[in-house]
């Protein structure tokens, strides 16, 4: 599965729209950093092999306004890299850094 990225607040809000439909990850991505890097490939890969879920991204340096908008909407304190899993329109996990993975992604579809 591909992975969209999002540049706008109405795109963020369609995104939340679809997570009443199946699971959405949003990947919050630094493109200076390269723990941001290294959680960023371990996310693609998760993605590629998963057709369960939507994913989506956002660039936090090239859309910091909507990267803090996004923060204090879902009420997840920013960081990053940090993945949100969204269902039925709230954030219901967050993991940021290292814990960007394979079986923290896993579990966090598990528990839903």
């Not at 009443?20 to 991505?29: E, G, M, T, V």
């Not at 390269?34 to 998963?50: H, L, V, Y």
């Not at 009420?75 to 969204?86: G, Y």
Request: net charge neutral; glycine share 2%; with cysteine.
């Amino acid at each position: 599965m591909s992975i969209r990225e999002i540049k706008t607040e109405q795109e963020y809000r369609d995104l939340i729209k679809e997570s009443f439909d199946r699971p959405i990850f949003l990947l919050k991505h630094s493109t200076i950093c390269p723990i941001s890097a290294d959680a960023k490939q371990r996310f693609d890969q998760f993605i590629e092999n998963n057709d369960q879920v939507l994913a989506y991204l956002v660039w936090v340096i090239e859309s910091r306004p909507l990267s803090r908008w996004i923060a204090r909407d879902c009420q997840v304190t920013h960081q990053s890299p940090q993945a949100i899993l969204f269902r039925n329109g709230l954030a219901i996990w967050n993991r940021s850094h290292g814990k960007v993975n394979q079986t923290e992604l896993e579990n966090s579809l598990a528990n839903i």
